[in-house]
Nanobody, 116 residues
Framework: QVQLVESGGGLVQAGGSLRLSCAASGIIFFINTMGWYRRAPGKQRELVAT????????NYADSVKGRFTISRDNAKNTVYLQMNSLKPEDTAVYYCKSGGTFGDSWGQGTQVTVSS
C-alpha cells in the first residue's frame, strides 16, 4: 500500500501564499496520478489539482486556475501545491490522493485557513 503524509497547512491572510507538501512512501512504483482535494465546512470534498507522475500532465479546478500550481519531485516522492492569492473561500482541509494500479490512497489532511 501507499502512505501519504501532508504538511504545510496553516493560517494565512487573504492574498497570502502557502505551499503544501505530500510525501509518499510504501509501494509507490505503481502510482500514476497524484492530486490534491479539499473539503470546506459543510461541503463535499472537491478536486483541486492533479498531476501525472510520468508526463507531468496537470489538471485544475476552475476556482484555482491561475492561483495554484501543482508540481512533483519524483526523486523525493513528493507532490507540492503552491497556493497564491489565497481567498477566504479556499479555507478547507486539504487532502493528498494517489491513484494507480493498486487503487487509491489518501492522506490524513492538513487544515488551511484564510482570514479576510
Amino acid at each position: 500500500q501507499v502512505q501519504l503524509v501532508e504538511s504545510g497547512g496553516g493560517l494565512v491572510q487573504a492574498g497570502g501564499s502557502l505551499r503544501l507538501s505530500c510525501a509518499a512512501s510504501g509501494i509507490i512504483f505503481f502510482i500514476n496520478t497524484m492530486g490534491w482535494y479539499r473539503r470546506a465546512p459543510g461541503k463535499q470534498r472537491e478536486l483541486v489539482a492533479t498531476i501525472t507522475t510520468n508526463g507531468g500532465n496537470t489538471n485544475y479546478a476552475d476556482s484555482v486556475k491561475g492561483r495554484f500550481t501543482i508540481s512533483r519531485d519524483n526523486a523525493k516522492n513528493t507532490v507540492y501545491l503552491q497556493m497564491n492569492s489565497l481567498k477566504p473561500e479556499d479555507t478547507a482541509v486539504y487532502y493528498c490522493k494517489s491513484g494507480g494500479t493498486f487503487g487509491d490512497s489518501w492522506g490524513q489532511g492538513t487544515q488551511v485557513t484564510v482570514s479576510s
